[in-house]
């Protein structure tokens, strides 16, 4: 869990068991979810009031590094609120579909992770 200097609460779930809850339990439907494109990575939930790029930034570098692909300086991060979010039917783990999405490209940067919440 991270929390920002504006009082925003990011979670992470890094193993399939709390990438379901913070995912399917936790999350309501107007907060945000974030997954680095295409390979296999931590859900990332954002709790907040208003979604600014700041934000948006944040919450995708922390997707960014908590994927498998972290070493790579430029990382697609799709995110979308959670009511777009359905899980996979009939697949084990945390396998999820969206259909409406944007995307971000950032840096997996734990220093600015680090600046940014209370790490």
């Known amino acids: 869990i991270y929390k920002t200097k504006n ?5 992470v779930g890094k193993n399939n068991t709390q990438n379901n809850y ?9 907060d945000y979810f974030f997954h680095v494109q ?11 009031k208003h979604l600014s790029d700041e934000l ?7 997707a ?8 790579n300086t430029n990382v ?3 995110y979308t ?3 777009n979010i359905k899980k996979v039917p009939g697949m084990k783990g945390s396998f999820v579909i969206y259909t409406t999405y944007q ?5 997996p940067d734990l220093d600015y992770i680090k600046q940014k919440t209370n790490f």
């Open 81 to 83: 609120p959670v009511k």
């Open 64 to 71: 960014a590094y908590y994927c498998t692909n972290r070493n």
């Open 103 to 107: 995307s971000i490209f950032v840096k």
């Open 38 to 48: 295409a390979v296999p990575g931590s859900h990332v939930i954002v709790k907040t």
């Open 76 to 78: 697609c991060v799709d």
């Open 56 to 62: 948006k930034n944040l919450a995708a570098t922390i």
């Open 22 to 30: 913070i995912t399917h339990t936790l999350a309501s439907s107007n």
């Open 7 to 11: 009082d925003d609460i990011i979670y």
